[in-house]
């Protein structure tokens, strides 16, 4: 159940670094039409449109989605880590 757990957590941890490294390129101009930001937007787009849609642009110029939903990453990962150990508690696994 542990190793469920670590795993869990180290792919928030990627997934987390993915969204930081993609908003970071928002910086610098012509990065994401390359070939790895296009691979990092495909990657992270569909999870952050839907708190686009919700949180519109501070100003029309900041936007604070990806800081709502990489909080809301690590409370899924929190929730699903607790429904694990439900579960392997109701399952008498260690």
Known sequence: MD???NYLYSLQLIYSWLILIYVLMSWLPNVRQSYIGELLGKIVEPYL??????????????????IVAWYALKFLVRGLEEVIRFLAGLLGVS
């Open 3 to 5: 190793q469920v757990i």
């Open 49 to 66: 449109k839907p708190f686009r849609k919700i949180i519109p642009p501070i100003g029309g110029v900041l936007d604070i989605s990806p």
